[in-house]
């Protein structure tokens, strides 16, 4: 008997109709009337539940209520135990890192966001490229905007050493927004953060820390003489053909 009442009392406060439900497998059923949403949770054995009240028309879904309260309170107490953490993610060895590489660490860098996480992103250069360090400026302006509905600034790119630095700040009211336009679509965030931190961690220790680059011309125009040969018309990275016209060729 506890089971329907839950649903009752969960299902009548919602108060407006129509809204716009999504059903227990995640799917969009559409904009329809609040009575026919609550028979269908009825018939499904589950609650009705006002996921997105701000949205007009409101989102809602169907699901198991006490599950949904269980996982939501262990998401705020592990966000109590580990939030604000500042999360590092390194943006290759160089400048010539593949625009598709830098958009994986702009949705990792998402992620450690939405969990309430500042995140530090790092930008390094090697040998000549010091001279040109406004390419890395503009990469990290970029991905400034990228995360603009998310995050604001709270340290402007500067430079530390070899590398430019970035650190963005999670901005609670641009979230909330943008977890009411996930719910709207009917999408979820991934917030599995132990795998998130795993990944990030290997994909720095394969960069390394370290500043050593003082010969990277000499290794550079060792690797370029060894590879020298016959031009072929495989596309190139557009990053690298930038870098290699601004630097000129070795």
Same mark, same amino acid.
């Given at each position: 008997?506890?089971?329907? @009442? ?34 269908? /949770? ?6 009705? @539940? ?8 409101? @989102? ?10 269980y996982e939501q309170s262990k998401r705020e107490q592990k966000s109590r135990t580990h ?32 969990a309430g996480h500042k995140v530090q992103i790092t930008q390094r250069f090697r040998g ?31 430079? @530390? ?44 220790? /394969? ?40 630097l000129g060729e070795l």
């Amino acid at each position: 008997m506890q089971g329907p @009442v839950q649903r009752t009392r969960i299902n009548h406060m919602i108060r407006l109709s129509p809204i716009r439900l999504i059903d227990q497998d995640g799917e969009q059923v559409g904009v329809i009337e609040t009575h026919e949403a609550m028979r269908m /949770a009825q018939e499904a054995g589950l609650d009705l @539940v006002e996921i997105s009240p701000e949205a007009r028309p409101p @989102v809602c879904k169907i699901m198991d209520y006490g599950k949904y309260k269980y996982e939501q309170s262990k998401r705020e107490q592990k966000s109590r135990t580990h939030g604000g953490e500042l999360k590092e993610i390194r943006l290759g060895r160089s400048i010539k890192i593949d625009p598709h590489d830098v958009q994986i660490r702009v949705g990792q860098a998402r992620r450690f966001l939405i969990a309430g996480h500042k995140v530090q992103i790092t930008q390094r250069f090697r040998g000549r490229e010091m001279a040109h360090r406004e390419l890395g400026e503009e990469r990290l302006f970029q991905i400034c905007q990228d995360l603009s509905d998310v995050a604001k600034i709270e340290m402007a790119p500067r430079g @530390v050493g070899r590398a430019i630095t970035l650190v963005l700040a999670p901005d609670k009211a641009k979230i909330e927004q943008y977890k009411a336009r996930l719910a709207k679509e009917g999408q979820e965030e991934d917030d599995d953060l132990e795998k998130l931190e795993a990944e990030v961690a290997a994909q720095n220790a /394969a960069i390394g820390d370290d500043d050593d680059d003082g010969d990277d011309d000499a290794q550079d125009k060792g690797k370029s003489k060894k590879q020298r040969g016959p031009r072929d018309d495989r596309a190139g990275n557009p990053v690298d053909d930038e870098v290699a016209d601004l630097l000129g060729e070795l």
